[in-house]
Nanobody, 119 residues
């Protein structure tokens, strides 16, 4: 059984910062690519940023220069440092990971954490 648990969301003023975490637990042989996605009110889920197990990253144009994705492979944890937050960043943020449990390679999702940017 594998679980991804996000934390760190909350209410922040425009221009503020938040740091999200995504911790994987359970029977894990290896974690490959990980990513952050978000779904704003009335919008479809969209990619925010991804990171390979080697540390290569990719980010959506809307967050480049403001958000930084990172991971600690020893802790099976991924992070999203979000700076200069804007109201349009308001969304539920989900983490996603490709995990080899030794029995299979599957994609897992967290339950989401709410980020609200408002004055």
């Amino acid at each position: 059984q594998v679980q991804l648990v996000e934390s760190g969301g909350g209410l922040v003023q425009p221009g503020g910062s938040l740091r999200l975490s995504c911790a994987a637990s359970g029977t894990i042989l290896r974690i490959y690519a990980m990513g952050w996605y978000r779904q704003g009110p009335g919008k479809q889920r969209e990619l925010v940023a991804t990171i390979t197990n080697g540390g290569s990253t990719n980010a959506a144009d809307s967050v480049k220069g403001r958000f930084t994705i990172s991971r600690d492979n020893a802790k099976n944890t991924m992070y999203l440092q979000m700076n200069s937050l804007k109201p349009e960043d308001t969304a539920v943020y989900y983490c996603n990971a490709e995990i080899n449990t030794g029995r299979s390679l599957d994609t897992y999702w967290g339950q989401g954490t709410q980020v609200t940017v408002s004055s």
